[in-house]
């Protein structure tokens, strides 16, 4: 399912495209797919750890998506047991993305 056929809200925080600074501790969270890159050596953990977001709101959606179409990807996504939020299942296109994004 595409990002524009989601019927989620918007709750005005991220759940799992959750940012830290750079020399911060965010390795367990990122592990645990709670944490998306912002610098090189996070991207370069990133896609070493073989990391996928945990479950995605629309704000979170809207990230991932943004970093995507940036580079021509677009997101895939299905729905929890709850409906409430959403796991991205291409996730080897984000990390496309994220390499193309960092030039790793």
């Not at 479950?55 to 996504?77: A, P, T």
Request: glycine share 4%; net charge positive; charged share 30%.
């Amino acid at each position: 399912m595409k990002a524009t056929e989601l019927k989620l809200e918007i709750d005005s925080f991220t759940m799992s495209a959750n940012t830290r600074a750079p020399r911060s501790h965010y390795k367990m969270l990122m592990r645990i797919g709670r944490v998306f890159p912002t610098t090189k050596a996070q991207a370069i953990y990133f896609i070493q750890q073989g990391v996928c977001l945990d479950v995605l709101n629309m704000d979170d959606v809207n990230i991932v998506e943004k970093r995507l179409n940036k580079y021509g990807f677009e997101g895939s996504y299905r729905y929890t047991k709850s409906n409430r939020w959403v796991r991205l299942e291409n996730s080897f296109d984000l990390d496309k993305a994220i390499k193309l994004h960092f030039e790793i």
